[in-house]
């Protein structure tokens, strides 16, 4: 039995509660995960689980079997971190969760760069508009739009992501242009699909005076190239990232309405588990973000959101 492998399953299965879980976290099959636990409850003589068919309980054993071996783990990873720094060569697999069209026009053109100066590590990259557990789906960063609220992650502001209000030239001839923020609500607005059922888009101006309006339109999409489309085709007012929109601008396909505000808060979050000690992987990708992409505050006339930070 490899006693290092047994633990480290037997961990993850107790972190995510279920053997298929932890064998996807992992990268090995269910058996195998399976196996590992068994093995290391034959050499200690006893039960660290509960078996049911729908679930996996930890018993009084197995409490005290995953504090122990937490704390294990954790200084051998601590360990080779400190291995790894001294080496200066971060290893292995980074899972990374991303909003699509950052990672689409942005991150994924200058990947490679990142890659050549770390020949030792590979990347997984899944890219969604869901903000995801990062404990439970095993990434080790994540960047999202959405302001983390879990007290179990830490996240810091990469940079703001101007939003704005634009439709297409036909549109506005046919319906007319808002002339305030009310008017929108007389519109048929693209909305973004995992809003609420009654959405409310939150807009600020130059002054910094806020205003709230309530929306509705006959189409809702979780992708902000459907919206766009849409939008270009003449069919409503979408509030979208101005990054994303920059070629329908200059092209004149799309011109903005009410130039005067941007969305609220519209901020892009790098998002990592709450650990002791960073991993030299994730310190690394972190670095290289601001390096391509951060804000530099002090030159911009935006504040940033503070960190959230976990409390510990």
């Given at each position: 039995?490899?006693?290092?492998?047994?633990?480290?399953?037997?961990?993850?299965?107790?972190?995510?509660?279920?053997?298929?879980?932890?064998?996807e976290?992992?990268?090995?099959?269910?058996?195998?995960?399976?196996?590992?636990?068994?093995?290391l409850?034959?050499?200690?003589?006893?039960?660290?689980f509960?078996?049911?068919?729908?679930?996996?309980?930890?018993?009084?054993?197995?409490?005290l079997?995953?504090?122990?071996?937490?704390?294990?783990?954790?200084?051998?990873?601590?360990l080779?971190?400190?291995?790894?720094?001294?080496?200066?060569?971060?290893?292995?697999?980074?899972?990374?969760?991303?909003?699509?069209q950052f990672?689409?026009?942005?991150?994924?053109p200058?990947?490679?760069?990142?890659?050549?100066?770390?020949?030792?590590?590979?990347?997984?990259v899944?890219?969604?508009e869901?903000?995801?557990?990062?404990?439970?789906?095993?990434?080790?960063?994540?960047?999202?739009?959405?302001?983390?609220t879990?007290?179990?992650?830490?996240?810091?502001?990469?940079?703001?992501?101007?939003?704005?209000l634009?439709?297409?030239?036909?549109?506005l001839?046919?319906?007319?242009?808002?002339?305030?923020?009310?008017?929108l609500?007389?519109?048929?607005?693209?909305?973004?699909?995992?809003?609420?059922e009654?959405?409310?888009?939150?807009?600020k101006?130059?002054?910094?005076?806020?205003?709230?309006?309530?929306?509705?339109?006959?189409v809702?999409?979780?992708?902000?190239?459907?919206?766009?489309?849409?939008?270009?085709?003449?069919?409503?007012?979408?509030?979208?990232p101005?990054?994303?929109?920059e070629?329908?601008?200059?092209?004149?396909?799309?011109?903005?309405?009410?130039p005067?505000l941007?969305?609220?808060?519209?901020?892009?979050?790098?998002?990592?588990?709450?650990?002791?000690?960073?991993?030299?992987?994730?310190?690394?990708?972190?670095?290289?973000?601001?390096?391509?992409?951060?804000?530099?505050?002090?030159a911009?006339?935006?504040?940033?959101?503070?960190p959230?930070?976990r409390?510990?």
């Amino acid at each position: 039995m490899n006693l290092f492998q047994a633990a480290r399953s037997f961990v993850c299965v107790a972190e995510t509660g279920s053997l298929a879980k932890a064998a996807e976290r992992l990268a090995t099959s269910s058996a195998t995960i399976s196996r590992h636990v068994s093995d290391l409850e034959e050499a200690l003589g006893c039960r660290l689980f509960q078996r049911t068919t729908r679930k996996l309980r930890l018993t009084e054993s197995g409490m005290l079997c995953l504090e122990r071996l937490t704390r294990s783990l954790d200084e051998i990873d601590e360990l080779t971190q400190l291995i790894q720094a001294e080496n200066n060569q971060p290893r292995g697999t980074l899972r990374i969760s991303s909003t699509t069209q950052f990672w689409v026009r942005k991150i994924a053109p200058v990947l490679s760069s990142f890659l050549r100066q770390h020949p030792f590590l590979n990347v997984q990259v899944n890219v969604t508009e869901r903000c995801v557990d990062l404990i439970e789906e095993g990434y080790d960063i994540a960047l999202q739009i959405e302001r983390p609220t879990s007290n179990s992650v830490v996240a810091k502001p990469l940079r703001y992501l101007e939003r704005i209000l634009c439709a297409s030239p036909e549109y506005l001839r046919r319906e007319g242009e808002p002339r305030t923020h009310a008017d929108l609500a007389d519109h048929n607005c693209l909305v973004y699909a995992h809003a609420a059922e009654q959405v409310e888009w939150k807009l600020k101006d130059g002054n910094g005076s806020q205003y709230s309006v309530e929306v509705c339109g006959d189409v809702r999409a979780n992708d902000t190239n459907t919206l766009r489309m849409v939008a270009i085709a003449g069919g409503g007012i979408m509030l979208g990232p101005l990054f994303t929109l920059e070629e329908e601008l200059a092209s004149g396909r799309l011109v903005r309405v009410l130039p005067e505000l941007h969305s609220v808060d519209p901020y892009l979050w790098i998002v990592y588990p709450s650990r002791r000690h960073l991993s030299l992987k994730v310190r690394r990708f972190i670095d290289f973000l601001d390096r391509e992409f951060g804000q530099d505050y002090a030159a911009d006339p935006i504040s940033p959101p503070a960190p959230f930070v976990r409390k510990t």
